[in-house]
Structure formats: structure tokens, C-alpha cells
């Protein structure tokens, strides 16, 4: 067997153990830092004036795919000079691409804030992780929200990424994750970011649309409670994004809980349908098993990208 499996299969082996290890500490530099400083560069400098839409669609398309490139010849350059040399290379992206270990922590950084040092202190670390206004939520709202946030990340932070390294290698997998970032900082309806974010926001909405269910498909399977299917068919629906509600139901499923509800966004009221109709209770404890699906949704997505590989290397 040639060693074309194994420079696929061991970064993504070593990035996910990386990410399991270390999450997403901050004194390390991070390129997704570089991809906001890139998009901050040309918004400001763009974002005026007319054709406002048609500058923001060059806009992203330019930094994709210059961010392509520079990741395909890096690894093709490495690939052909030092096979160590480039399964070091990718295994630090494929980490720096995940962020489900990061995901959780800042997630239980919450729960363990709001449990130790109060209501006030709950909302304000919560606002470090979600868009919505913090200051009148109450605790279970601050739990749910978590759990929301949680959901959606785990498809868009962890199982998106992993499934474009699946698809189109590291080269993929960065290009989703600018453009993810682009959604995260322009990708709004507000007036400033309306026309000019648009295509960003619609292009995220088209890669994450198979990550998405894929998300929701695995968190019913390895709950064990398949009859969530239904649940999940229904309420699929019940989010603003065309993706967010399918992992999102899921949870809620799972978790037996309801999400959504009277938000306040930038000082606006949104009233989001609800996904689930248990309106009860989180308890502090309960943000284990959080922990455990999202560790076992990614171990399981590993598993099925490295067999899936394997299977076509050996068979095609």
C-alpha cells in the first residue's frame, strides 16, 4: 500500500487529538485571527457607496479563493519535497480548523460562572460566546442558550470543517472556514451589512447544508432515541437559518427541553418559534452530557472519514 491513506488519515488523527489536548488557547496565534483581520481590511474599505452587494460577492469570492490557493500549493509544495514535513503542516491546520474541545469549554465556562458567582456574572460571560443581548435573561434562559449555541457550533465549528477535509483536504477545509468567518462578521441584516454581507451569509448557508444534517443525523443515532427523527423532521424548521434548526432540534430532542423564545438582538426584540415544547428546568449538572454527545458525534465523524477513505484506497 502506498502512503497516499496514511498523509489523509494521520493529520486528521493528529488534529483532532491536538484539539482534544489543547482546544483553542489563547496565547497561541490562530489563522482564523488572520482571516477576521483580512475581512475587517476590505470591509472597511469597500462597504460604502454603491453596488454595495456586488462588491461584497467579489469581495468574498477573492479571499476564498485566494485562501485556495495559497493552502493548495502550500501542500502540494509540501507533499512533493518532505512527506514529515507536510503531515506536520496539516495536522496543525486540521487542529486549528476544529474547535470542539474550545466549543465546550467556553460552554462550561458559563454554567460553572453562573453556578459559582451568580446571575450577573452568568450573563456577562455568556455574552462573551452569543450575539444576543444578555442583560434580563434569567438562568434558565442562560442555560438554553448555551445549549443552542452548543448545537449549532458543533455543526459549523467541528462536523463542516471535518466533512470539507473529507471531501477536498486541508485546502477545503480552510476555505470553509473563511467562509464561516466571513458569516460571523458580515454575514448580518442589519443596515450597515445588509447588501454587502449577503452573498457571504447565502454562501454559508450552502456549505453547511449537508454538514448540518449530517449533525443532526449522528446526535439522534448515538442518543439511542431514534423516534427523535420525527422530532427533529419537525421542528427542522423552527429557526431563522435554514440549517441551525436541524442540530438544534436535536438537542432539544434529546435533551427533552424547549429552545427559542422572546430574544432581544442589538436592542431589537425577535421572537424565534419554538423548537421542543418541555419548557423545563436545565440543571447545572446536566451540561455533562452535552460534553459526551459532542465528543462522540466528532469521534464518530472520524471514524467514518478515515473507514470511508480507507475503503475507497483500497477498492477504487
Known amino acids: 500500500m502506498d502512503n497516499t491513506f496514511i498523509v489523509f488519515a494521520l493529520p486528521l488523527t493528529l488534529g483532532y487529538l491536538l484539539d482534544l489536548a489543547l482546544g483553542d488557547p489563547r496565547w497561541l496565534p490562530h489563522p482564523i485571527r488572520l482571516f477576521g483581520q483580512a475581512i475587517y481590511f476590505g470591509e472597511s474599505r469597500l462597504n460604502k457607496g454603491k453596488f454595495q452587494f456586488f462588491k461584497g460577492m467579489i469581495f468574498t469570492t477573492l479571499l476564498c479563493s485566494a485562501v485556495f490557493i495559497i493552502f493548495h500549493f502550500l501542500s502540494l509544495f509540501l507533499f512533493q ?23 465546550i469549554q467556553e460552554g462550561k465556562e458559563v454554567f460553572d460562572t453562573l453556578k459559582n458567582n451568580g446571575l450577573e456574572a452568568g450573563r456577562k460571560r455568556l455574552s462573551w460566546i452569543v450575539g444576543r443581548d444578555t442583560a434580563n435573561l434569567n438562568e434558565n434562559q442562560i442555560r438554553i442558550a448555551v445549549f443552542e449555541t452548543l448545537s449549532e457550533n458543533l455543526s459549523d465549528g467541528v462536523i463542516a470543517p471535518l466533512f470539507y477535509y473529507a471531501i477536498g483536504g486541508l485546502p477545503a477545509m480552510m476555505v470553509y472556514k473563511m467562509i464561516n468567518t466571513l458569516d460571523s462578521m458580515i454575514g448580518y441584516k442589519s443596515a450597515k451589512y445588509f447588501y454587502f ?12 447544508f449537508i454538514p448540518a444534517r449530517i449533525t443532526a443525523f449522528l446526535m439522534v443515532l ?89 475503503y475507497i484506497h483500497c477498492y477504487f
Open 81 to 103: 519535497t518532505n512527506t514529515i514535513l507536510y503531515v506536520l503542516f496539516t495536522s496543525l491546520f486540521v487542529f486549528y480548523g476544529l474547535a470542539n474541545k474550545s466549543l
Open 197 to 208: 454581507g449577503k452573498f457571504a451569509a447565502r454562501l454559508d448557508d450552502v456549505v453547511n
Open 222 to 310: 448515538i442518543s439511542g432515541k431514534w423516534t427523535l427523527f420525527t422530532f427533529v423532521h419537525k421542528y427542522r424548521n423552527q429557526h431563522a437559518s435554514p440549517n441551525s434548526g436541524y442540530p438544534e432540534a436535536a438537542l432539544a430532542g434529546i435533551m427533552d427541553c424547549r429552545f427559542g423564545g422572546s430574544n432581544v438582538y442589538h436592542g431589537k426584540v425577535v421572537e424565534k418559534p419554538f423548537i421542543g415544547t418541555n419548557p423545563r428546568n436545565i440543571e447545572n449538572d446536566e451540561f455533562r452530557k452535552i460534553t459526551s454527545i459532542n465528543h462522540t458525534v466528532t469521534f464518530v465523524v472520524i471514524v467514518i472519514i478515515s473507514a470511508t477513505k480507507y
